[in-house]
C-alpha cells in the first residue's frame, strides 16, 4: 500500500512525519494513512529511546484534509464491520502516539479539518500557522456525520463538554487560526513556517516527558467531572438547548455527537473512543449523511469544479468591473469584487448615491478589521478599488458589467444603452435581475451574444450561490467568463436556462405561497412557521416573506399574471393583496408585515393575521404542513427540469440548499425526491395524495418514477440530467 508518511530522524533525535499522500492532491485519512501510521508508530516505539520528540506535519498546501469523502458516501450497512475496524486501528495509533512518553508537536501548515484535527488533537502541542485561507474545527456535524477519529472524546476532555459541544462540536465552524486559538483547540499561532518549526523544536526541548492533561492523574475535566455535581446539574438541559440550537429540526448528526459526549464523559478515553465509533457508523451507514455529502461534497465539487463551464473557452480574467446600482445589490457586489482583487466602478444616478457602495464596503471592512479578519492596510487596499461615479467616463476600461438597478425592463435598458458603448468592445453584460427574462432583456442590448444573467442573493457577502442565466443568445464566451468570474469572487455557480423567475425566484416563490395558503385556510401562522423550521428549513417561510417583501412579492406575481404561462390564482395571492392594500403590512423595510419589528428586530406575528381566512376548512395535520411546503418546491423543481430551465440534477441540489434554504438534510431538492421513503414512486404516491387533499398543483409528473429510475442512480456523480430529453 502506498507510503503517506514520510520518517525522517534528525541528529536532534527528532523526528519529523511529513504527511503527504503521493496520490492525491490533500491528505485524507483513507487505509492507506492507517497503513502507513501503524507502520511508523512500529517504529517510533522500536526507537524511542534515542527519541527527543515527534513533529507532525505536512508537504501539502493544506495540513490534513480529513476522511475521505468518496469512500464514506458509499458506506453500507454491510461495510460496517470494515468500517469499525479501520476506525479502530485509526484511533489506536493516535492513542499509542499520545502515550509514546516522548513530546508530540503538531505543526499545523494549513487547513485541518475533521480528520487533519484529529491528528493534531492527539498530539501534546499544537501550533498553526496563520497561513491564508487556513481553517481549523470539526465540520462533520454539516455532513451529517461526527468527528470519529477521537474528536469528540478528546474536545470534551480538552475544553470541558460544554464548550466543546457549542464552540466545536454542533455548530462544526471552520475557524481561523487565531479563533482557534481564542477557542482553545491550538496552543500558538505563528507567522512563518521557520517560526512553527523553531517553536516546535522550542517546545520538545522544554517538555521532555509531556503527558495529555487526561493521561495526568490530577486530571479534571474543564467545567466539571462527569460526577461532579457541576456536569449533573447541567446535563437534563442540553436535550433541549440542541433542540433549540436547531430550531426543532431533529436531525440525527447533532443527536449523536450530544450522545457521544455525554456518554464519553462519563466513562475512561478508551470506552468512550469505542461509543464514538459506534455512533459514527450508525451515521455513517444512514440516509442523511449520504445525502449530505452527495451535496455538500459530491455535488459541489462538481459544480465549483466547472461542470457547467464551457470547456473550450480560454480564461480570459475580468479586471475591472462595472457595477450599475448601488443600492442593496450593487453594493455587495461592488464588496465581493474589491475584496477578491478586482478593479471595480460604482454607478448610480448620483455621487452620493453611488458612493453608498463605497460606504457599505467601508462598514463590512472595518468590523472585518475589528475581528482580526483583515488588515488595516488590506482593508484600505480594497476600499481602494473601489471607485464611485455618477458619470459615463471613469467606465472606460472595464472588461465587465453587472447592472443592479431597479427591476424595471425599461430602465435596465436605458443604462445598457449608456454604458455599451464606453467599456471594453467585449465586455461581459451582465444583469443582476431576479426575475426578468435574459432573453427579453438581451433583445434591447447591443451585443446579446454577451449578454448574460449573474443572479446575487443578498447578503451578497455572506450567500454562497450565483445562479448563472444563460439567454437564448447568450454564447460560450460569456458563460465562461461569468462562470470564472463568479469562482474568482468566492461564489458556487450554478448555471440555469432562461426562464421567468429563472430556477431560484420561481421555486421559493411556491415555498411562500403554499404558506401563506395554509394562512389562508386558517392555520395558526405559528403553526406554519414552526412546522418549516421542524422540516429543516432556515427559516420560516413568513419571516421570509417578510424579509422579501410582500411588495416585491406582489409585483412578481403580477409580472406572472401579464405574462400568462400557466399561471393559476391561488387564495394565498388574495391574502398578500390584502396584507397590502388594506392592512398596510408591505414587509420588515416596512417595519410591520407577517411580524411586527420594533426597533428593526423581529418582533412578534401579528396578531391580525388570525383573521385573514379566507379559505378555512379542515385542521391541517402536521406531516401535511411540513410535506406541502417541501413538495410545493420539489414539484415544481421537477418542473424546472422539464422545463429545460434546470440543466441537471446537480445543479437543483446545490441551487437548492445554497439559494433558497431547502433543508440541507435532503441534499436538496430532487435528492428528497429520489431519497424519498419509496423512492420516487413512494413521493409520486404522496404527491397524488395530497393533489386530491389540497389542490391540482401537488399532482406528480405522469412518468417520474420511471423518469428518475433511467437516470443514473448517483445522479450527484455525473450531474446527468433527467428533464427534458
Ligand atoms: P435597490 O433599490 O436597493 O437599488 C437600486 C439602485 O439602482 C438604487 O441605488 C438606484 O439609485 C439605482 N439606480 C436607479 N436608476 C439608475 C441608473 N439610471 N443608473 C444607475 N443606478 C441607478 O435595489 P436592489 O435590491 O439592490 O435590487 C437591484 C436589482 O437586483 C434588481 O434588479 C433586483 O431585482 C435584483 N435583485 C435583488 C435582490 C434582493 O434581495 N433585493 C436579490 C437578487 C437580485
Known amino acids: ?278 455512533h459514527l457508523i450508525t451515521l455513517l451507514t444512514g440516509q442523511i449523511a449520504k445525502n449530505m455529502i452527495g451535496a455538500f461534497h459530491v455535488d459541489l465539487r462538481a459544480v465549483n469544479g466547472g461542470a457547467a463551464r464551457p470547456s473550450g473557452v480560454d480564461a480570459a480574467p475580468v479586471r475591472k468591473v462595472a457595477v450599475l446600482g448601488a443600492g442593496m445589490m450593487g453594493a455587495g457586489i461592488a464588496y465581493v469584487c474589491a475584496k477578491a482583487g478586482l478593479e471595480v466602478v460604482v454607478r448610480d444616478v448620483s455621487e452620493e448615491a453611488a458612493g453608498r457602495a463605497r460606504d457599505h464596503a467601508g462598514k463590512l471592512l472595518a468590523k472585518a478589521v475589528r475581528r482580526g479578519r483583515i488588515g488595516e492596510a488590506d482593508a484600505q487596499a480594497v476600499l481602494d478599488r473601489i471607485t464611485t461615479t455618477a458619470g459615463l467616463d471613469a467606465l472606460a476600461g472595464c472588461d465587465a458589467v453587472i447592472e443592479a438597478v431597479f427591476e424595471d425592463p425599461a430602465l435596465k435598458q436605458a443604462v445598457f444603452a449608456e454604458v455599451t458603448p464606453v467599456v471594453t468592445a467585449d465586455a461581459l453584460l451582465a444583469s443582476n435581475t431576479s426575475t426578468l427574462p435574459i432573453t427579453g432583456l438581451a433583445a434591447q442590448v447591443a451585443r446579446p451574444a454577451d449578454f448574460i444573467g449573474m443572479h446575487f442573493f443578498s447578503p451578497v457577502d455572506k450567500m454562497p450561490l450565483l445562479e448563472i442565466v444563460v439567454g437564448e443568445q447568450t454564447g460560450d464566451v460569456a458563460l465562461a467568463r461569468a462562470f470564472d468570474l463568479g469562482r474568482r469572487i468566492g461564489k458556487t455557480p450554478i448555471v440555469v436556462n432562461d426562464g421567468r423567475g429563472f430556477f431560484t425566484s420561481r421555486v421559493i416563490g411556491r415555498f411562500i405561497d403554499e404558506a401563506v395558503g395554509m394562512l389562508a385556510e386558517g392555520v395558526p401562522a405559528a403553526s406554519v412557521e414552526q412546522a418549516a423550521l421542524q422540516a429543516g428549513y432556515p427559516t420560516g417561510p413568513l419571516a421570509l416573506a417578510d424579509e422579501v417583501s410582500l411588495t416585491l412579492i406582489q409585483r412578481i406575481r403580477r409580472q406572472f399574471e401579464a405574462a400568462g404561462e400557466g399561471f393559476v390564482a391561488l387564495p394565498s395571492h388574495r391574502l398578500v393583496d390584502t396584507m397590502l392594500d388594506t392592512h398596510e403590512r408591505p414587509g420588515r423595510t416596512g417595519g410591520r408585515g407577517f411580524y411586527d419589528y420594533a426597533d428593526g428586530s423581529r418582533g412578534r406575528l401579528w396578531s391580525g393575521l388570525a383573521d385573514l381566512a379566507t379559505d378555512a376548512g379542515r385542521a391541517v395535520p402536521l406531516p401535511d404542513l411540513k410535506e406541502r411546503m417541501l413538495f410545493a418546491e420539489a414539484l415544481d423543481a421537477l418542473r424546472c427540469l422539464d422545463e429545460g430551465v434546470l440543466r441537471t440534477e446537480t445543479d437543483a441540489n446545490i441551487g437548492s440548499i445554497l439559494g433558497i434554504g431547502f433543508p440541507a438534510w435532503t441534499g436538496g431538492v430532487i435528492r428528497y425526491v429520489r431519497q424519498y421513503a419509496g423512492g420516487p414512486a413512494g413521493f409520486a404516491a404522496r404527491a397524488a395524495e395530497l393533489a386530491a387533499r389540497y389542490g391540482d398543483r401537488f399532482t406528480p409528473p405522469a412518468d417520474l418514477a420511471e423518469r428518475l429510475a433511467a437516470g443514473s442512480p448517483d445522479p450527484a456523480r455525473d450531474g446527468r440530467p433527467v428533464g427534458a430529453a
Open 1 to 278: 500500500m502506498t507510503d503517506t508518511i514520510r520518517y525522517d530522524r534528525g541528529a536532534d533525535g527528532i523526528v519529523t512525519l511529513t504527511l503527504d499522500d503521493p496520490d492525491q492532491s490533500a491528505n485524507t485519512m483513507n487505509r492507506a494513512y492507517a497503513a502507513s501510521m501503524t507502520a511508523v508508530l512500529d517504529r517510533l516505539e522500536a526507537e524511542r529511546d534515542d527519541l527527543t520528540g515527534v513533529i507532525v506535519t505536512s508537504a501539502k498546501q493544506t495540513f490534513f484534509a480529513g476522511g475521505d469523502l468518496d469512500e464514506m458516501g458509499r458506506a453500507t450497512r454491510a461495510d460496517a464491520p470494515a468500517l469499525a475496524e479501520l476506525l479502530g486501528t485509526i484511533k489506536r495509533d493516535l492513542r499509542r502516539l499520545e502515550t509514546l512518553g516522548r513530546p508530540v508537536v503538531a505543526a499545523i501548515n494549513g487547513a485541518a479539518l475533521g480528520g487533519g484535527l484529529e491528528i493534531a488533537l492527539a498530539c501534546h502541542h499544537r501550533i498553526a500557522l496563520d497561513a491564508p485561507g487556513s481553517r481549523l474545527g470539526l465540520p462533520e456535524v454539516t455532513l451529517g456525520l461526527l468527528p470519529g477519529a477521537g474528536g469528540v472524546t478528546r474536545t470534551v476532555r480538552m475544553l470541558g463538554l460544554a464548550a466543546a459541544l457549542t464552540t466545536v462540536l454542533l455548530t462544526g465552524r471552520r475557524m481561523r487560526p487565531a479563533d482557534a486559538l481564542a477557542a482553545g483547540l491550538v496552543d500558538e499561532v505563528v507567522a512563518t513556517d521557520e517560526e512553527m518549526l523553531t517553536r516546535a523544536r522550542e517546545w520538545i526541548a522544554a517538555n521532555p516527558r509531556p503527558a495529555q492533561p487526561w493521561d495526568r492523574p490530577d486530571y479534571r475535566m474543564p467545567g466539571g467531572t462527569p460526577a461532579s455535581r457541576g456536569l449533573a446539574a447541567q446535563l437534563p438541559a442540553y436535550p433541549a438547548n440542541l433542540r433549540k440550537q436547531l430550531k426543532g429540526a431533529r436531525l440525527p448528526a447533532p443527536e449523536a455527537i450530544l450522545a457521544t459526549a455525554v456518554e464519553g464523559a462519563q466513562v475512561d478515553l478508551e470506552t468512550a473512543l469505542t461509543v464514538e465509533t459506534r
